[in-house]
């Protein structure tokens, strides 16, 4: 089912998939504020992920989502390159720092910045301060690090950024629901690109 692009109110269209009584669907929504919605609708229409198998990427159980939908979370399957709860040392680092400056966890526009920030300040650096296009393109293609998301690296041919994918399932830990890593796929490009070779 295609939805608004800008939805206030997934209702009708939860209680579609609702009545098609399929055994799993995949919701791909924007980040923002629709996860939080969607996930009230969720709740709201009484989906269960023990009858249904709900999958997505992951705004889908973003932590402002997984506050709106509490236990009813539980089981949801998504696929995501970051989440707060990442288990590594620059993670920790990262995210007792951000908390500490904004009061919040990151999310994934966080760790995009940082990230970037990460690649214009190697390619300053590698350049000698020089800014041009070309100078600075040279500078990032086949760039490697570890980001609090773990190893991350630019494709040299299609300056794409390369990054670990990991599957997650809502569970509640410690009396807390979030995000457990379960799987992940390592140095993830661009299927699309990569497919069109």
Do not use: C
């Not at 236990?71 to 709860?85: F, K, M, P, Q, W």
């Not at 999310?107 to 041009?132: P, Q, R």
């Not at 070309?134 to 630019?154: F, H, Q, T, Y």
């Amino acid at each position: 089912m295609r939805i608004p692009i800008a939805n206030p109110d997934f209702s009708a269209f939860v209680q579609r998939a609702k009545d098609s009584a399929a055994d799993g669907i995949f919701v791909f929504i924007p980040g923002g504020s629709q996860p939080a919605a969607l996930a009230k609708a969720l709740v709201e229409r009484g989906m269960d992920p023990n009858k249904t198998k709900i999958m997505g990427q992951g705004e889908l159980t973003e932590e402002s989502a997984l506050k709106a939908m509490g236990d009813s979370a539980l089981g949801i399957i998504t696929a995501y390159h970051y989440d707060h709860t990442h288990d590594s040392a620059e993670n920790r680092r990262f995210v007792t720092t951000y908390n500490a400056e904004f009061q919040r966890n990151p999310d994934l526009f966080s760790v995009g910045g940082y990230d970037g920030m990460h690649v214009i300040y190697e390619a300053l650096k590698d350049t000698g301060g020089k800014t041009d296009g070309d100078s600075l393109i040279n500078a990032a293609k086949g760039m490697k690090w570890e980001s609090p998301r773990g190893p991350v690296s630019i494709d040299p041919d299609t300056r794409d950024i390369i990054n670990t994918v990991y599957i997650r399932r809502v569970e509640k830990l410690n009396g807390q629901i979030r995000n457990v890593e379960i799987a992940k796929f390592e140095n993830v490009k661009d299927p699309i690109k990569a497919h069109m070779k």
